[in-house]
Structures are given as C-alpha cells and as structure tokens.
C-alpha cells in the first residue's frame, strides 16, 4: 500500500525534449513538494505546494513547473531539457510544512 | 532564506562506538528540524525530529539536541551497527525545508 508514489522510476530522454513526471499521495496530507538530488546527494527544494500556495525556490529555472489536478497530485513538467537537469528527482507530502515528509521512490532523470 | 550548514561530510566509526553529526541554520524563526536517513539508492525516511520548544529528543539509540540560542542542532547515534551505515541529512524549516549537504556514515563491524 504505497503512500507516495511515483512515475516513471526511470527517465532517460534528449536534450531539448519536454517530460513530465507524475506523483501521487494516498496519505490525505494538504502539502507536497518536488526535491532534486544531484549526483553528490545535495538534496534541494524545487515547490512545495498546497491548496492555497506555491512556493517556489528562487533558484528553479522556469523550465519547471509543477502541476496540481488535485490534493492527491502533484506532477513536475519541465520543459526543454538541458544535460544539467539529469539528477535525481523525488516528491514528497506531509500534514502540513511541519511536520514528517514522506518521500516517494525517486525518478532518475538523465538527459543524453 | 534559510541556509544549513552540516558537518561532517563523511564520518566512519567501529560498531559500537557513538556518532555525531552537527548542523548549524540562519533563520532564526526556524522552528521544525527533522533528521532523515537515506539507503543506498533508497528514499529519504525520517528518523527523529525536534521542535524549537524542546531542547533534547530522544527515540532508543537516536539522539537530537536543539539549541536556539546557537542555532545549531545535533543528531547522536549511540551503539552503532553497520545497518546504521546511509547518508544522515539535517533540516530546517523556516520560509521552507532547507536540507544539509548531508554526512555519509559508514559503521565498521
């Protein structure tokens, strides 16, 4: 009974091409977010989004954005995609900003 | 925003012996700071958190101490054991979740 979920688990594409990557909670939590992990494991915030705010880390090209049909999902698209994009990719949700996040398994992103 | 500061970055003990890893933040209103462990090629999973209205937490051999006054926070891995062996990540939440660099932990048996 997953609780955060993700797809794909793997992702491996041109440069220039635009992807997406879809994740869903079952955890009924109201906050999720999107973190890159590069390949020396620095872990970063991309969004964290709830129903009534996006905040978006000042450093996120605007190649990326997140998604939200509902509370349950929150996808990242991102467009034109450049070598610096491969990483690691993982979403996450929580009650609210303050308390455990629950990760999902990841997509590994790599750009060729 | 806030920044966190984490050391050391890697960090290799004998089983049994106790582990250390120390973070430091900016943001003076922060007030969550979880601690996560992280597999190898495995999620995230949170393994102890602390409040800003608490200053010691304490959950078997895991151990985290909070001082404001610093801004600094402490993660203690007493009796270690080679499972203990994963990348530790401190955070902070403060506008939003700010994470360490991270330590990689290696327990020797």
């Known amino acids: 009974d997953t609780a955060v979920s993700q797809t794909p688990k793997y992702l491996v594409t041109q440069m220039g091409n635009d992807k997406s990557i879809k994740c869903e909670q079952n955890?009924?939590?109201?906050?999720m977010y999107w973190y890159k992990q590069d390949s020396k494991k620095f872990l970063k915030i991309m969004f964290s989004?709830?129903?009534?705010?996006?905040?978006i880390n000042e450093t996120v090209p605007n190649r990326f954005s997140p998604k939200s049909p509902d509370k349950a999902h929150l996808n990242l698209h991102i467009n034109s995609l450049e070598l610096g994009d491969s990483a690691v990719y993982f979403c996450?949700?929580?009650?609210?900003?303050?308390?455990?996040?629950?990760f999902g398994p990841g997509t590994r992103l790599t750009v060729l | 925003g806030e920044n966190v500061e984490q050391h050391p970055s890697t960090l290799s003990v004998q089983e049994g012996d106790s582990a250390v890893i120390k973070c430091t933040y900016s943001d003076s209103a922060s007030n969550y700071f979880p601690w996560y462990k992280q597999e190898l090629g495995k999620r995230p999973q949170l393994i102890i958190d602390?409040?800003?209205?608490?200053g010691e937490k304490k959950d078997q051999r895991i151990a985290v101490t909070l001082n404001k006054t610093a801004k600094h926070f402490s993660l203690h891995i007493t009796e270690t054991q080679p499972e203990d062996s994963a990348v530790y990540f401190c955070?902070?939440?403060?506008?939003?979740?700010?994470f360490g660099a991270g330590t990689r932990l290696t327990v020797k048996p």
């Open positions: 955890l009924g939590h109201d906050t």
């Open positions: 996450a949700s929580s009650q609210d900003e303050v308390n455990e996040q629950f």
């Open positions: 955070a902070a939440r403060g506008y939003d979740m700010r």
């Open positions: 989004y709830n129903n009534k705010e996006l905040i």
């Open positions: 602390i409040r800003s209205n608490v």
